[in-house]
């Protein structure tokens, strides 16, 4: 068998990790997490775990199961924040790296399974909830309805992955790195030339 040939086939390895968008490597995120990582603090031990659990659930392998990366993903947020497996503590607490535009989003109207009654909170900690009830589902071992993998149009899965990394650099912001870690690399390097003209 040749590479070209028609029934040339080969797979590629189970953990091969293949990044689904090709993005710039951003020396300034990297230089911003090397210099949490080395300051030895609590927040930069809860960032240094956080991406520990995120780069579990990312893990392009077979051997972890969705279920598995729902708990990852979660775990990630408790370090990250501190709260435990509190979820209401979450909710309190993600304003604490939601961007100020997250912030501003109107409050949704629901009722929680722990307390009767109507409750307010930034749709942030409304998706939150949802998430931690497929989570404990999981951990309990039972039986998942199709819908709670949902959340809207996308796979928890996919919003949490988004959403972790999206806390672990409001983190870093809030701990004094510059505001500009929010915008990719190309759109920082176009603010910084039309600064210069």
Do not use: C
Not at 18 to 29: N, Q
Not at 49 to 72: C, F, K, P, Y
Not at 78 to 105: I, K, M, W
């Amino acid at each position: 068998m040749r590479l070209g040939d028609a029934d040339a086939h080969f797979e590629s390895p189970g953990e091969l990790v293949i990044p689904a968008l090709d993005k710039p490597f951003d020396d300034a995120y990297e230089s911003a997490l090397y210099e949490e990582h080395v300051k030895d603090t609590p927040s930069s031990r809860r960032i240094a775990r956080a991406l520990d659990w995120l780069g579990i659930a990312w893990r392009n392998t077979s051997a972890i199961e969705i279920g598995t990366r729902v708990v990852a993903l979660r775990a990630g947020f408790e370090v990250l924040l501190g709260v435990g497996d509190s979820t209401r503590q979450f909710g309190s607490r993600s304003a604490n790296f939601s961007t100020p535009t997250e912030q501003l989003e109107l409050t949704a109207l629901g009722r929680s399974v722990a307390r009767p009654g109507p409750i307010a909170m930034i749709d942030l900690g409304w998706w939150f909830q949802s998430f931690s009830l497929l989570r404990n589902s999981i951990m309990h071992g039972d039986e998942v309805a199709m819908h709670s993998w949902q959340h809207g149009e996308h796979n928890h899965v996919w919003v949490a992955e988004d959403r972790l990394r999206r806390a672990i650099k409001e983190t870093l912001i809030r701990a004094g790195h510059s505001e500009n870690l929010r915008h990719d690399p190309a759109r920082r390097e176009l603010a910084r030339r039309v600064t210069q003209s």
